[in-house]
């Protein structure tokens, strides 16, 4: 093979390269999201789920469009984060999930999801969920307020509780970061430098001062199990990670053992472990000092 050619195979290479990752940064909006879009006449209903239906308009002029899932008496809200697909018409089914523990249930769809409207950024969609945090706020103590993220919405869910005090935060299948997500199937692409949504979950997890419980199945090939064994490392003292075996990415509601799992995490208070007379100072010595001859 001449000098020529050799020069040619790199350049191609090299310009091929450039072309994916430049489809790539255009594309990945798409790639990331998976929008269902609904009319604005679009009436929604739940059997056996009473539901309040609100517009929230943003500084940008955009419309957030969400659901509050009421219940008599209730115990606390849950600000349930959805994941990066459909909207809010299909994820409503798991509102019932915590309705039936005494918890209301708020729920919004990101821009471009649902009737919700605007251009979507990481840093717009974080200001939107900060805005309709506000909201809860002004009707019910933060004490009360159960944050819920779902894979997607878990990201966002994290820097919700960074910046501000609610009763807990509860991650289910949870990512490190949306880079080392994407970094799984494209190794060899500059992520850090391209992705528009690098989302941070670890970095965000740092400033959580509330109780921390995440949820995840050992099945799940999208986001692997380890992953949130790593997140649960974070802030140890403050988290607790639930397993469910078998659990894959989607079904993890399918599983009666995830059921058992909210019922525990929803009845739970911060207690501190009385540790007197326990073996958490007992030190374990590899030399068999007292063993026999």
């Not at 450039?18 to 679009?42: G, M, T």
């Not at 969400?66 to 984060?81: C, D, E, H, Q």
């Not at 009737?115 to 909201?135: F, H, L």
Request: a positive charge; proline letters at 4%; hydrophobic letters at 35%.
């Amino acid at each position: 093979m001449g000098l020529d050619t050799w020069v040619y195979t790199i350049f191609l290479i090299i310009g091929s390269y450039i072309a994916i990752s430049v489809l790539l940064y255009f594309l990945q909006d798409y790639l990331l999201f998976k929008p269902e879009k609904l009319p604005k006449d679009f009436q929604f209903y739940y059997e056996n789920q009473e539901t309040e239906e609100y517009n929230i308009e943003t500084r940008d002029g955009a419309i957030i469009n969400g659901l509050r899932f009421k219940t008599k008496n209730p115990k606390g809200v849950v600000f349930y984060l959805k994941g990066n697909s459909k909207s809010i018409k299909g994820w409503g089914k798991f509102a019932v999930d915590f309705t039936r523990h005494g918890y209301d249930v708020v729920m919004v769809d990101y821009r471009g999801f649902g009737k919700s409207t605007g251009r979507r950024s990481q840093k717009a969609i974080k200001r939107d969920m900060q805005v309709v945090y506000n909201k809860l706020k002004e009707k019910v103590d933060e004490k009360y307020i159960i944050l819920y993220g779902r894979s997607l919405g878990s990201g966002f869910a994290a820097k919700l509780a960074s910046m501000n005090n609610p009763r807990m935060l509860v991650l289910d299948a949870p990512y490190y970061s949306l880079s080392k997500v994407g970094k799984r199937f494209l190794p060899f692409m500059p992520l850090s430098v391209l992705i528009k949504f690098p989302m941070p979950t670890y970095k965000w997890l740092k400033y959580v001062n509330c109780p921390i419980h995440i949820i995840h199945g050992t099945d799940d090939q999208l986001i692997p199990y380890k992953t949130s064994v790593k997140l649960s490392k974070i802030k140890r003292e403050l988290t607790t990670l639930h397993t469910v075996i078998g659990g894959g990415h989607k079904n993890l509601n399918t599983f009666e053992s995830y059921h058992k799992m909210l019922e525990d995490i929803v009845y739970s208070k911060r207690t501190e472990v009385d540790l007197t007379g326990s073996s958490i100072d007992v030190i374990h010595s590899s030399k068999r000092t007292n063993a026999k001859v």
